[in-house]
C-alpha cells in the first residue's frame, strides 16, 4: 500500500496524544503525578494538541476533505465513522476532567472519578477504532489479523509514556514510577513488533492468482500482458512495493530508534540527575518519534492489497 505522509502522521500523533492522555487521567486518579499545575497544563495541552493534529491530518488523504464530516453518519457499518464518532465524543469527558484536574484539584468527587473512567475507556476505544479501519479490511493479509489493533494499543501507550517521562523530566519533576512503565513498554512493544514481522514474513494471504480469477481448475496462472500500458489508481496506492533490501534496513531503524535506544537512554537516566537527565529523556521523545514513524510507514509500505494478483503479483 502506498504510504501517505497525511494518515502516517495521522496515526503517529494521535495514538501518542490518546496515549499521553490515557496516562495523565489514569496517573492523576492514582494520585502518582505531581499536581503542579503548568506540568499538567503542559501535558494536557500537549496531548490534545496531538489529538488535534492527528485527526485534521487525516483529512488531508481524502479527495474532498470538506465532507469529511460525512463519515460519521456511517458509524454502523465503517469503523472508519466509528473511530470520528468516539474522537469526537473523547473530548468530552477527558476535557471535563483535565479542567477539573487543573483548577479544582481538591474537588475529586465520585462524579470526577466516572468521568474520568469513561475518558480513559474512550481514549482505548477510539484508537482501537483506528486500529480496526486496517484491521477491518480482509483483502490486506498484513493487516486482517489480531496483531494489528494489539500493536496500536501498545504504541499508543508506549508513545504516550516516552512522552510524559520527558515532560515530567524537562520540569524537575522526573518519576522513576513512569520510567520504569516506560522501560516495560517498550521491552512489550518491541516484543510485539518482533512477532508481528515473524508473522508477516512466513504468512500469504489464501488469495492467490488462481482463486482471484477463478482459473485454477485449469493450471497455475501467471499475467500474459499487462491490461494498459501506464500504471493507475489502483497500482500505485495499492500496489505499491518495497524492496526487500529497504525493508531490512528501515527494520533496523525502526528497531534501534523506535525501541534499543529509548530503552538505553531511560534506564540510564535512573543513574543520573539535573540537566543531564533532562537532555536523555529529550533524546528518548526524538528517537521514539523517528522510530515510530519509519514503524508507521513500514506498516503502510509492508501490506499487500488483494488486488495486486490481476497486475501480477505472485500473492497478496
Not at 46 to 67: Q, Y
Not at 101 to 129: D, H, K, N, R
Not at 142 to 154: F, M
Not at 232 to 261: C, D, P, Q, T
Request: hydrophobic share 55%.
Amino acid at each position: 500500500m502506498h504510504p501517505a505522509k497525511s494518515v502516517i502522521f495521522f496515526t503517529t500523533a494521535s495514538g501518542a496524544g490518546y496515549g499521553l492522555l490515557f496516562l495523565l487521567i489514569g496517573g492523576s486518579m492514582l494520585e502518582i503525578l505531581p499536581t503542579d499545575f503548568w506540568v499538567l497544563f503542559s501535558g494536557y495541552f500537549l496531548s490534545f494538541l496531538l489529538i488535534v493534529a492527528g485527526l485534521l491530518s487525516s483529512t488531508f488523504h481524502l479527495g474532498h476533505p470538506e465532507r469529511a464530516w460525512r463519515a460519521l453518519t456511517q458509524w454502523r457499518s465503517s469503523w472508519l465513522s466509528r473511530e470520528g464518532v468516539m474522537a469526537i465524543f473523547t473530548f468530552a469527558p477527558t476535557g471535563l476532567y483535565a479542567l477539573q484536574a487543573l483548577f479544582f484539584p481538591e474537588g475529586q468527587s465520585g462524579l470526577m472519578t466516572l468521568i474520568g473512567l469513561i475518558g480513559l475507556a474512550a481514549c482505548a476505544l477510539t484508537v482501537y477504532c483506528t486500529a480496526m479501519i486496517y484491521a477491518s479490511l480482509k483483502p490486506v493479509h498484513a493487516w486482517a489479523n489480531g496483531y494489528v489493533p494489539v500493536g496500536y494499543l501498545l504504541l499508543s501507550l508506549t508513545t504516550g509514556v516516552i512522552l510524559l517521562n520527558g515532560l515530567l523530566a524537562v520540569s524537575g519533576f522526573w518519576s522513576g514510577l513512569v520510567a520504569w512503565l516506560a522501560t516495560l513498554l517498550l521491552i512489550f512493544s518491541f516484543l510485539w513488533k518482533l512477532a508481528y514481522w515473524r508473522f508477516l514474513d512466513g504468512t500469504k494471504s489464501i488469495s492467490t492468482p488462481e482463486s482471484a480469477t477463478g482459473l485454477g481448475e485449469f493450471g497455475s496462472v501467471r499475467l500474459f500482458e499487462a491490461p494498459h500500458t501506464e500504471a493507475n489508481y489502483l497500482m500505485k496506492e495499492m500496489g505499491f512495493r518495497i524492496a526487500r533490501k529497504h525493508s531490512a534496513k528501515l527494520r533496523r531503524i525502526v528497531i534501534f530508534a523506535g525501541f534499543v535506544l529509548p530503552f538505553i537512554v531511560i534506564s540510564l537516566t535512573f543513574f543520573m540527575s539535573g540537566a543531564l537527565a533532562v537532555i536523555f529523556a529529550s533524546l528518548a521523545v526524538l528517537s521514539a518519534g523517528v522510530g515510530i514513524a519509519a514503524e508507521r510507514w513500514l506498516f503502510f509500505a509492508e501490506a499487500r492489497h488483494t488486488v495486486g494478483l490481476y497486475y501480477g503479483a505472485g500473492h497478496a
